[in-house]
């Protein structure tokens, strides 16, 4: 029974091929036009953030009755990575981070466990306890910020009018969250005297419960009036400042006006939480995202449509601008690859010109877009978008998916040269290499393999790598066998057959692989040498995670000691915005106060909001005019803003990590944290690679503490939360109730006069009203103590961590750097407590886990590599020559990396990976050729001879191809590692390969010259 041929069927239904082909090419048309584009990739942000209030109390009392409990409940959940949190007195921050392991689908309902955990434990905290605020969406993305100032309009008018454009663009389809930014909460203050008070027979608390007793909203009932109902109300609520203010008070028999002993102002919130800055001028943020699976491009225009009539109905004085545009980014970046993808294309073309004639090149060449059309048909089936990733990976797949067309081109120009027809020449593809070429190309994904089964974050970022290459290259494997032989039919009909006296490139080569074969071992020892020299050399590569993005914008992160007030961290901002004004360097810059800036990039980190810390985030024209800016910067911080720690940084590409040199203090104890960690701090200090070294927390804080006299307040009938209570009224201020506006609740809150809540004199001055109606100073029952405690303490995993930060002076790479830094600080650890340990963190860190999960699937990589060649080869022998071939390629990435000083990061590790499969794949292909020629009655000695000189061509066709395909996307930031790794593996490995390969297989297979050759 004759075996099925799909060439030959191909060729027997010409008609309905040409339609699959026709329509293929238009399915992949509208697909690509339908894709979503983007700047990077998404990936799952494992954190979920846990905050909590215990009022009043300590950072110690916060510590172990908040953030211990939180923690020590977390340690039951099974995917918890690790936990990290930040308290201050009253209130406590926990960061939960999930394993790397774990799968994005899974997180959401991971979320909701853990608020069932957390109410679970709720009764276990002190009464006083103010309960839990989660963020499950801390890897929100705001793709586009505007900024809106006002001249002449209040920050209440502001807010309305920015509101009210919240709506519309809520209104659009493909608008995801919405919110405002910046936006300041209106207040109504009562600032007491409390001199007047004690001086007129009254107490704070009277005037509070007065005015919240005349606010309060209470059911009246309802007059059920025969045949209706009518409700009744009660009025007497306040609608302004002015009815607060006109409040009269009853003391006994006498009237007073509130107004006479308290002073009522409308404002906002003072000091304010954070605050948000358009060149340096207050102003109000709408930050935008986008529903999941929308085009960010069509969003892009839609919302600028609107933003644009918005513009144009504002009223003379607001001012609104765009601080993030991430369509045009996307839009930018996708025409800069596809840019590159159509150099790309172009180059493989040249090759396959040159090498294969015009003829059989224009062949080869029809076979890319048709191969790319499918693969964007099922990438838009699947939602793989067009970004960083998917299309550099179209690129790296361009040289190996003309691969399989090259030698089924090949191998029909070979069978029309020995004289048979068109559609026996084309249909001979099938029965010889068709099956060895569908292990090549399975080998050749199988080299991808641990990014698809990588679950880590930069697995997951870098995903949509494995699907396109996989996609594409078992797709042109279908084209090369399906497709192929239908158009060599159709174009090579005036095909001139080659001559067949080889020329001078060719016949050196004979000699040098005749060579080989008699002296083996001379070649094996030498490739050996080589593959040992080069494992050798890579402690001589640099060592890198992600490159810094080649974004414009620089970022400028501010923290100042951590009982810093806002009011300083905001000068000391004014100061630094002062040299932005009217740099030629600065296209516009947005300050955040009090907190950081929104996540308008996936791969940004955003710190734990405090009135110590801020952020700047400044766009440059370009990349010049950012590194010209950073530089500025730097140098001004270093001169000008001693004891502040300023952080100039661009943006990163992949999870973000901060400052990239980092070590982690833990101790069970916080100042031994602490202690270990400043001198560990010194330590660094003296590797001059290193700059802005910092800790994130250290210095304590200045603590007043009254020491009551009990029994004499005992006897004075006042209690310890009584002389708690009127204390922070004076000083920070007490909510006495809302005033009801619209949509808004404006908290009427009652403190001291500005005099008053400033000076500690107020303590000993303060009277306290007794139940018998006199007052007694407060200073008759206490003693002030002077004393300091931590303001922020961080924990990891439930011990106080001190982080140790360094950013890095020069161009040496972080792995570099704590390698230099390791005799040191293993040295510094032996003159520790047992129990104070040094753990390395940051970008060394980071990189180590996102390995880590490759590393746990190599060895199912290599297993279906060797399933395939088994099935394939059908004997141990014959495997192990192909596997030999496999990391070859190493010798070539050590030889273009070390001389060119090319870091190896994360993307390129996942090349070299690749490389294993490539070269497999020749190997396959070669040796499967002598195998035929061996069935065929060849000898030994002329079938190796034979099969290396007949694949030397397709496979230095396609190493050509694969190698000169990647320059376009070797000039880029984040492809460069990779492509300089991979052209320099290709071309020594294939190069190698068609050496050792033959050699080895003398060698192995005992094969030996014919006599009188040898």
């Not at 209706?228 to 008070?249: C, H, K, P, T, W």
């Not at 930018?332 to 090498?355: G, N, Q, R, T």
Request: hydrophobic share 50%; net charge negative; aromatic share 8%.
């Amino acid at each position: 029974m004759k075996r099925f041929n799909l060439s030959d069927w191909a060729l027997n239904h010409r008609s309905f091929v040409w339609f699959l082909l026709i329509v293929s090419l238009l399915a992949g048309t509208i697909s690509y036009n339908n894709l979503g584009r983007e700047e990077d990739p998404n990936f799952t942000i494992k954190i979920m953030v846990i905050s909590a209030s215990l009022p009043g109390a300590t950072v110690e009392e916060t510590l172990n009755q908040v953030t211990a409990r939180i923690e020590k409940k977390l340690e039951e959940l099974d995917e918890l990575y690790f936990t990290r949190s930040v308290t201050m007195p009253g209130q406590a921050v926990v960061y939960l981070e999930l394993l790397p392991t774990t799968r994005g689908p899974q997180v959401p309902d991971i979320w909701k466990r853990v608020r069932e955990m957390m109410s679970d434990i709720r009764p276990d905290f002190p009464e006083e306890f103010a309960g839990f605020q989660f963020n499950d969406d801390f890897g929100d993305v705001y793709g586009n910020i505007y900024a809106f100032t006002a001249d002449g309009y209040s920050p209440r008018e502001l807010r309305d009018r920015v509101e009210r454009i919240r709506k519309q663009v809520a209104a659009l389809d493909a608008a995801g969250k919405t919110e405002l930014l910046g936006e300041q909460a209106e207040q109504i203050y009562l600032e007491f005297s409390a001199a007047r008070l004690a001086a007129l027979g009254l107490n704070q608390q009277q005037v509070v419960a007065t005015l919240a007793q005349q606010n309060a909203i209470q059911p009246s009932g309802v007059i059920q009036a025969g045949p209706e109902q009518v409700l009744v109300r009660v009025g007497g609520q306040f609608d302004d400042a002015e009815s607060i203010a006109a409040v009269n008070l009853r003391v006994g028999e006498r009237f007073f006006n509130l107004g006479d002993v308290a002073t009522v102002t409308r404002g906002y919130q003072d000091p304010p939480q954070s605050l948000f800055r358009y060149n340096g001028k207050p102003a109000i943020g709408l930050q935008i995202g986008m529903r999941d699976g929308e085009n960010i491009l069509e969003f892009g225009k839609e919302l600028d449509a609107l933003m644009g009539r918005v513009a144009a109905e504002l009223p003379v004085g607001i001012e609104m601008a765009k601080i993030a545009d991430q369509p045009h980014v996307v839009d930018y970046a996708v025409d800069h690859f596809v840019k590159a993808l159509a150099e790309a294309v172009l180059i493989v073309l040249v090759v396959s010109f040159i090498s294969l004639g015009f003829r059989a090149g224009f062949v080869v060449t029809l076979t890319i877009p048709l191969v790319l059309a499918i693969t964007f048909v099922i990438l838009d089936l699947y939602g793989i978008t067009l970004q960083r990733i998917s299309l550099g990976a179209l690129i790296i797949a361009l040289g190996l998916l003309v691969d399989d067309a090259m030698i089924a081109i090949e191998t029909m120009i070979s069978r029309l040269e020995i004289g048979e027809s068109l559609e026996s020449a084309a249909s001979y593809a099938w029965t010889s290499i068709a099956f060895p070429m569908l292990t090549g190309t399975l080998v050749t994904v199988a080299g991808f393999i641990p990014i698809g089964l990588n679950s880590s974050a930069a697995g997951e970022f870098t995903f949509s790598l494995f699907v396109v290459i996989a996609v594409s290259l078992v797709i042109s494997w279908i084209v090369a066998v399906l497709f192929a032989p239908l158009l060599g039919v159709a174009f090579l009909r005036t095909y001139h057959a080659h001559e067949h006296k080889p020329g001078w490139l060719r016949r050196r080569f004979h000699g040098l692989l005749l060579w080989s074969m008699r002296f083996w071992w001379i070649v094996i020892a030498v490739t050996l040498a080589l593959f040992a020299v080069s494992v050798w050399g890579m402690r001589f590569v640099e060592q890198q995670f992600f490159p810094t993005s080649d974004r414009t914008e620089v970022l400028v992160d501010v923290v100042e000691r951590q009982n810093t007030s806002i009011a300083r961290t905001r000068a000391d901002m004014d100061r630094l915005e002062a040299m932005l004004a009217g740099n030629e360097d600065v296209l516009f810059w947005t300050s955040y106060v009090g907190r950081g800036a929104p996540r308008f990039v996936l791969a940004m980190d955003v710190p734990t909001p405090g009135p110590y810390m801020g952020q700047i985030v400044i766009q440059t024209p370009n990349l010049a005019a950012r590194d010209r800016l950073k530089a500025q910067i730097m140098d001004r911080a270093a001169r000008e803003f001693a004891g502040v720690d300023i952080y100039v940084k661009n943006l990163e590409i992949g999870p973000p990590v901060g400052k990239p040199v980092q070590y982690r203090v833990s101790a069970p104890d916080a100042d031994a944290a602490r202690d270990a960690a400043r001198d560990l701090a010194a330590v660094l200090a003296q590797e001059p690679r290193l700059r802005d070294i910092s800790m994130d927390w250290n210095e304590p804080a200045r603590v007043v503490r009254l020491e009551i006299d009990q029994d004499q307040a005992r006897r004075l009938g006042v209690t310890t939360q009584e002389i708690a209570d009127t204390l922070s009224a004076l000083f920070s201020g007490k909510t006495v109730t809302q005033l009801r506006d619209g949509i808004f609740l404006i908290d009427v809150v009652g403190r001291g006069e500005a005099e008053d809540r400033t000076s500690l004199d107020s303590i000993r001055n303060l009277q306290l009203r007794l139940a018998s109606g006199h007052a007694t100073p407060l200073s008759s029952i206490m003693s002030l103590d002077y004393a300091t405690e931590q303001p922020l303490i961080a924990q990891r995993d439930g011990l106080p961590t001190v982080t140790v930060k360094a950013a890095i002076a020069t161009r040496d790479q972080p792995a570099t750097l704590v390698d230099a830094l390791a005799p040191a600080v293993a040295e510094f650890q032996t003159g520790l407590p047992t129990d104070v340990t040094i753990t390395v963190g940051g970008t060394v860190e980071t990189s180590a886990d996102s390995q880590e999960p490759i590393a746990a699937v190599v060895p199912v990589m290599l297993l279906i590599m060797a399933l395939l060649v088994m099935a394939q080869m059908q004997s141990f022998r014959l495997s192990l020559i192909v596997f030999a071939a496999a990391p070859l390629g190493l010798i070539g990435v050590v030889a273009v990396l070390v001389p060119f000083g090319v870091p190896m990061g994360f993307v390129a590790i996942l090349g070299i990976l690749a490389l294993i499969g490539i070269l497999i794949r020749n190997s396959v292909i070669l040796v499967n050729e002598i195998q035929e020629l061996l069935h065929k009655g060849r000898s030994p000695w002329q079938a190796v001879f034979e099969a290396s000189d007949s694949r030397a061509r397709p496979i230095l066709l396609t190493a050509a191809a694969a190698s000169l395909a990647l320059i376009p996307i070797a000039r880029q930031v984040f492809w460069g590692p990779m492509a300089f790794a991979m052209m320099g593996g290709i071309i020594a490995g294939t190069l190698i390969t068609l050496v050792f390969v033959p050699a080895l297989y003398c060698a192995v297979m005992r094969v030996r010259p014919p006599e009188g050759q040898a």
